[in-house]
């Protein structure tokens, strides 16, 4: 395996460096990405194993730490050696440190596990530079999952958490506004739908995640241009807060008053995995046309079976064992390092986390199947573009590492780091996503994003036919990416479809279906 020196890791993103991709046993450089997926790949192609261990070979940047199985939270507390790392060395390590903590989570051995936590809480910062500020989320994810072994602490600690709507609504919509991805999806989602409607006089569109008006009222005021005049617009919009859809519903219904456009909002409160087809009343005469945006690979956890054993194994300890097991940590240790073997060795860690395959998921294939039913003239699905829904943790971790790095690269490029707007993205978007990857499992485990290729198998296997994407959408969306004056962001087209790059990291697909007949 070829050696990067530390001296090659440079610390400032969207700048020309190496990364390594493996093929088979052998490692292959390609320019352009940014320096924290650099990061990542040193440490991560050095570090795993197939087995999905990891460990520090001769070869890694890390040989010369110290090893974290060597300390314990007393020794030299509070680590005065990790407080004196250069920036570039504290971002490896901390990589290192996750991938080490994460395989102790994965083995059970929590005494260990929280060494690592302890050592990452002095390196990273969730106001500090971009690798702490990953680094802060992926521990309090993988600290999350641990504590989801003790039921009874873990419900008592979230008791009383607040879910604020307005705060959600608020977060997507800055999302939605700094940052190119979901804009450009919905102009090519709009473009798609226009042409697809083209000489349609009665047009109904159900939007499954109904969350932000103002692609639709773009689309309002497109087709107020048709050359034929517009037609009869009816929007189903898909959402489990009610807030939500009666927000979207005044806007749009002023919108179209205002363009004296024919127009009836209707809502649908529901969450995608309980929707009832009937209740989208789609008509006779009807063109109908679908569009879901970060929904579908929701329903890939409804295929798992709750998990009758805890992610920790004290299934086997009575009341009192298990309350001298917390009240000692040398025999929970014990414990756990008798105990955990079956359940928590990297090579057999599937047993608690059993994700769908193609051939099993019966929730995505009867919703695909329900919606073929309806007969759409078009469905533009946007989603993910990355590998979450990996049979192990390690898996998981290693692969949203690399997504959420790009993601927090764009942020460091687009809000500053004291911006209150960046804080709520990181927190209660990217935060909340890496910790249902890492912490949760089974029907928790929501965020099971899966690339194209997945997607056109599952959509092939429903009787859907994909439709290419015009020059025109290609054209709009590219014109979108150079207002934004920032060469990192990129579109690629990919079987027809597009995928919405930051540098050469994909991040988002946008693809367009057509019922096959």
């Not at 519903?249 to 649908?268: C, G, N, R, S, Y």
């Not at 003239?377 to 943790?393: A, D, F, P, R, Y």
Request: with cysteine.
């Amino acid at each position: 395996m070829s050696r990067v020196s530390r001296r090659e890791v440079r610390s400032n993103a969207c700048v020309s460096t190496l990364i390594m991709h493996r093929k088979g046993s052998a490692c292959y450089w390609a320019h352009n990405i940014s320096s924290m997926a650099l990061f990542l790949a040193v440490i991560v192609v050095t570090m795993l194993q197939d087995d999905g261990s990891s460990s520090v070979t001769s070869s890694s940047p890390l040989q010369n730490f110290p090893m974290m199985s060597s300390l314990s939270p007393s020794f030299g507390s509070p680590y005065q050696w990790l407080k004196e790392l250069k920036s570039e060395d504290r971002g490896l390590y901390l990589i290192h440190l996750l991938l080490t903590c994460a395989n102790h989570v994965a083995a059970g051995n929590i005494e260990n596990a929280n060494i690592a936590l302890d050592q990452i809480s002095h390196l990273a910062c969730p106001n500090g530079d971009t690798m702490q500020r990953i680094a802060s989320y992926f521990a309090e994810a993988l600290a999350d999952r641990i504590l989801r072994s003790w039921p009874g602490i873990y419900k008592a600690l979230n008791s009383t958490k607040l879910s604020v709507v307005s705060e959600d609504i608020i977060v997507k919509k800055i999302f939605f506004e700094y940052f190119p991805f979901l804009k450009v999806a919905s102009v090519i989602t709009n473009q798609a739908i226009i042409e697809a409607m083209e000489g349609e006089k009665m047009v109904h569109i159900v939007d499954l995640n109904a969350s932000e008006p103002l692609q639709w009222r773009a689309l309002l005021q497109d087709l107020s241009a048709r050359p034929e005049g517009p037609p009869h617009l009816r929007i189903t919009g898909v959402n489990q807060q009610k807030e939500v859809l009666e927000q979207i519903a005044h806007v749009l219904t002023e919108e179209a008053e205002k363009l004296d456009i024919p127009f009836q909002f209707h809502q649908v409160v529901s969450k995608l995995e309980n929707l009832d087809v009937e209740k989208l009343r789609v008509k006779t005469g009807e063109a109908l046309a679908i569009s879901s945006v970060m929904q579908l690979h929701t329903l890939l956890a409804h295929d798992d079976e709750p998990q009758k054993k805890s992610p920790l194994p004290f299934k086997h300890l009575n009341g009192l064992q298990l309350q001298r097991a917390l009240l000692n940590q040398n025999t929970l240790g014990d414990l756990l390092e008798k105990d955990t073997a079956n359940v928590f060795s990297p090579g057999n860690e599937s047993a608690s986390s059993s994700p769908l395959s193609l051939t099993t998921s019966a929730k995505m294939d009867g919703f695909l199947h329900a919606l073929w039913g309806l007969s759409p003239k078009i469905t533009v699905v946007t989603e993910q573009e990355s590998s979450h829904n990996g049979t192990t943790l390690m898996e998981r971790l290693s692969e949203s590492l690399y997504f959420y790095a790009a993601l927090f690269d764009c942020l460091e490029y687009t809000l500053q780091r004291t911006s209150l707007e960046r804080l709520k993205v990181e927190k209660m978007l990217f935060g909340e996503e890496i910790k249902n990857i890492v912490g949760c499992e089974g029907v928790e485990r929501k965020e099971r994003h899966e690339k194209l290729d997945k997607w056109f198998q599952r959509f092939d296997g429903a009787g859907f036919g994909n439709v290419p994407l015009s020059y025109y959408a290609m054209l709009q969306a590219r014109r979108l990416l150079q207002s934004y004056s920032c060469e990192g962001y990129k579109i690629k087209e990919e079987k027809g479809s597009v995928v919405i790059c930051w540098q050469d990291r994909a991040l988002f697909s946008v693809s367009t279906w057509r019922c096959r007949r």
